[in-house]
């Protein structure tokens, strides 16, 4: 067999991380580009992640320069496979100690749409986008990542086909809704061997009986956001949606909370929320019926609509007749609020993913070389985690606001929102003390090398995060 010729390595520890998918790549002209690629992405954004920019080529005469050909030929043309890099990717992520998917996280599936112009680029269509909260030439895209509260990263990414790209609309074969998609997600997420506590999504999945069926019939636990109004087949003097529901329980102040239990919920930068959780009665869900109906909010009495949660969950109450023979283990209400704020992580980790990685900087046509965009950029993300894990240890001031210290509070004692308790079996795990990084000067004037990029992207994701609890309520 022909010795493989030595490749210009990537600028370090870059290199020592993309070495792990150099035997998915069958020329040094990929591994090459692959290095060129990752690198680009990372470094600081002075200007749109196109492929000029990644190549540091002048916006519309380089891109005929070598450097842009060689990338624009690795994205579009070349022959790699970008499902088996993403395999690898998951591969080392589930390997390592420092990013491993354990049984306290959660799986999280959610959609994130982005403009772009004209009708020739594959899934680009008038749509809803969530970036910018109305219907909008765009592409959207499907992801799964897996979440808990020290770290976030992508697992898989599909586009979704608007019925008005294909030949025969929604009748065609391959028209698949956002939940049809999601399921796939779900199934390639189990077949990776990911380990979660439950399925998180918002209304868009919680309210679609196919994708809620699916869960059901896969027997997997599930934390699911529902519409405040969205209703229900009940007798007339009953409550009809989530958020009447609601205001039946019974609620006078905090001192004297009724039906509400009081939920502390932490977060890196040291502060706390209390909110309030009840497991409400609404047609066929209810505390002992199969499907629980769980409502959080800052304020019962007013029941804010930005912060309050409507969730449906098949996680068992403690002490319910159905705990015991349930196949799922039970959750209290702190689990169950706990499960659903990490949802939020993705909200805050697509910003960075966006903004720093390039996630929509692409000016390609074909579903191919969009989909192998979104995988290198899934690359990218996982090597500032990567980076981070094994950046030297040092004092930080997100660990100090994290420590594990007792909280005082007034009767009503509050349940904690977080870490502390064995939930199914599993025991409670904290990760190792909090790395110090995008902290102290750089190492020196000039580009910054993508070590300190990465590390700066991932303090802004940690500090943002919901924060790991104390061992025990207060």
């Not at 580009?33 to 992640?49: I, Q, S, T």
């Not at 019925?163 to 074969?173: E, F, I, Q, S, Y």
């Not at 019974?250 to 040291?270: E, I, K, L, Q, Y």
Request: glycine share 6%; net charge neutral; proline share 9%.
């Amino acid at each position: 067999m022909t010795r493989r010729a030595p490749c210009p390595p990537a600028p370090a520890p870059l290199e020592a991380y993309v070495q792990q998918f150099d035997d998915r790549f069958a020329s040094l002209a990929q591994r090459r580009a692959f290095r060129d690629y990752l690198h680009g992405l990372l470094l600081p954004r002075e200007r749109n992640k196109t492929l000029t920019g990644l190549a540091g080529t002048e916006p519309d005469l380089g891109a005929q320069a070598p450097p842009a050909q060689r990338l624009q030929w690795f994205l579009s043309e070349s022959s790699w496979e970008a499902e088996a890099i993403n395999a690898r990717r998951l591969e080392h992520l589930c390997q390592d100690p420092a990013t491993r998917p354990h049984e306290r996280g959660v799986l999280i599936i959610d959609e994130t749409g982005d403009r772009k112009d004209g009708t020739k680029t594959a899934h680009v269509a008038p749509q809803y986008l969530g970036s910018v909260g109305k219907i909008a030439n765009g592409i959207v895209a499907v992801s799964s990542v897996w979440a808990d509260e020290d770290l976030y990263y992508p697992l898989h990414v599909q586009p979704y086909t608007p019925a008005c790209r294909l030949p025969k609309g929604k009748a065609d074969p391959a028209f698949r809704t956002k939940p049809q998609i999601a399921v796939e997600l779900v199934d390639a997420a189990l077949a990776a061997g990911v380990s979660f506590r439950a399925v998180v999504a918002d209304c868009l999945y919680g309210e679609h009986a196919e994708f809620v069926g699916a869960l059901w019939a896969a027997e997997l636990p599930f934390v699911l956001a529902l519409r405040a109004t969205r209703g229900r087949w009940a007798p007339a003097e009953a409550a009809h949606t989530p958020e009447d529901a609601a205001r039946e329980v019974p609620w006078a102040s905090p001192r004297r909370p009724g039906g509400w239990t009081a939920v502390v919920r932490r977060f890196r930068d040291g502060h706390r929320e209390t909110w309030w959780a009840a497991d409400v009665t609404l047609a066929h869900e209810g505390p002992d019926q199969p499907t629980r109906l769980v409502v959080a909010t800052t304020d019962p009495a007013a029941l804010p609509a930005a912060s309050t949660w409507y969730l449906t969950t098949n996680l068992p109450r403690p002490g319910s007749p159905r705990a015991a023979a349930w196949p799922l283990p039970p959750a209290d209400l702190a689990e169950v609020v706990r499960l659903y704020g990490l949802r939020m992580w993705v909200e805050q980790s697509y910003k960075q993913v966006k903004q720093e990685l390039g996630w929509a900087d692409w000016q390609v046509r074909t579903d191919r070389a969009i989909r192998r965009h979104w995988h290198l950029v899934c690359c990218a993300f996982s090597f500032c985690w990567w980076a981070w894990s094994r950046a030297p240890a040092a004092h930080s001031p997100v660990a100090d606001a994290d420590a594990w210290q007792p909280v005082l509070a007034e009767p009503p004692q509050p349940a904690e929102a977080g870490w502390g308790k064995n939930v199914g079996g599993g025991r409670a795990v904290r990760r190792a003390p909090e790395r110090a990084v995008g902290a102290g000067a750089a190492a020196g004037a000039g580009l910054a090398a993508p070590l300190d990029h990465a590390l700066a992207l991932v303090a802004r994701l940690v500090d943002g995060a919901p924060a790991a609890t104390i061992t025990s309520p207060a």
